[in-house]
């Protein structure tokens, strides 16, 4: 009996450290971003990542994989919700082909300035939306800034939206961005966002719209010196992840991993803010024009039959998002 407690206890003492390290291996969540590895998405999805592991102890870690290492936004999606990407950060769009409801964020001139956008993003709506991805496979993780959208062309200054009638504008490949362009009396001209730059340079499109920090970053202020501070939408990113990975944690885990994104926010809204003055800063030093737009009640109405064409349930969203004091 005494040779078989022995026998046991060396038999323990082997196995003790391998189970130890069992035990200490992290849990490990691969995150897709499309942006590259110094862009302010990026480095909020980083802080995101350093939080979960400072307040995991270690126990789970977030690797970022940026510049889409991963793949684009759609496959990316489509990855995560069967399983094989655990959290990825993408633009509403294509997300809202699963909740049409998030293309209520996508309106144009629908906050009344950027702090009532996060007064929604971070009240009950935001909340609201983000569990509406559940049924989808995704759970929705967070919010982070993508600043505020604006014209800017190579052929003149553009001060109202008469002045764009007839020019040709590429847009994303979304019914919406189309009726914008279309409210103001331009030619919508869905194309890639990579042939945006050679499409500016050739003619093939008269001008684009976008944010300071993709006009400068993409290099599109080169052939394209006019830019509109027109400031037409105002649409956040959103970090969704993996119902099936995300489900494989224990509920305190969701939370803390659903808390650190919350917690990334304010970190992301200020690299976001250092971003875009660096951005202008850059555009204005190479001779671009700038044209502020401080009144925006004629953009507003020439939009408004845009609010008029959506369903019930979006109008009934835009209301309560304009109610938020």
């Not at 009344?112 to 496979?137: N, Q, T, Y």
């Amino acid at each position: 009996m005494k040779k078989m407690h022995r026998a046991v206890l060396v038999l323990l003492l082997i196995l003790a450290p391998a189970m130890l390290f069992a035990q200490a291996k992290p849990i490990v969540l691969r995150l897709a971003e499309t942006h590259p590895q110094d862009y302010p998405t990026t480095r909020g999805d980083y802080e995101f990542a350093r939080l979960v592991k400072e307040r995991s102890n270690g126990r789970i870690i977030i690797e970022v994989y940026p510049g889409s290492q991963l793949g684009e936004e759609k496959a990316v999606i489509e990855q995560v919700q069967f399983g094989a990407i655990d959290i990825t950060r993408v633009s509403i769009s294509p997300v809202a082909s699963f909740v049409p409801k998030l293309n209520a964020f996508q309106m144009p001139y629908l906050y009344r300035d950027a702090d009532h956008m996060w007064k929604v993003l971070k009240g009950d709506i935001g909340k609201e939306l983000l569990a509406s991805l559940e049924p989808f496979g995704f759970i929705g993780l967070g919010w982070f800034d993508g600043g505020a959208r604006s014209f800017y062309n190579s052929k003149k200054p553009i001060y109202k939206p008469s002045d764009l009638k007839g020019m040709k504008i590429r847009v994303q490949e979304s019914e919406l961005m189309m009726g914008l362009v279309q409210s103001f009396g331009a030619v919508p001209t869905p194309m890639p966002y990579g042939e945006v730059y050679s499409g500016l340079q050739t003619g093939v499109i008269d001008g684009a719209e976008n944010n300071p920090p993709s006009y400068y970053s993409a290099s599109h202020y080169e052939v394209a010196k006019y830019y509109t501070l027109d400031e037409h939408t105002m649409v956040p990113e959103i970090i969704i992840g993996s119902k099936i990975s995300l489900g494989r944690l224990s509920q305190a885990d969701q939370d803390l991993v659903k808390q650190a994104a919350f917690d990334a926010i304010d970190f992301q809204r200020a690299e976001w803010a250092a971003y875009v003055q660096l951005s202008m800063d850059k555009v204005k030093a190479a001779g671009c024009t700038i044209i502020p737009i401080p009144d925006k009640t004629e953009w507003m109405k020439a939009v408004d039959p845009m609010y008029k064409k959506q369903p019930k349930e979006i109008q009934d969203l835009v209301a309560r998002i304009r109610a938020v004091k």
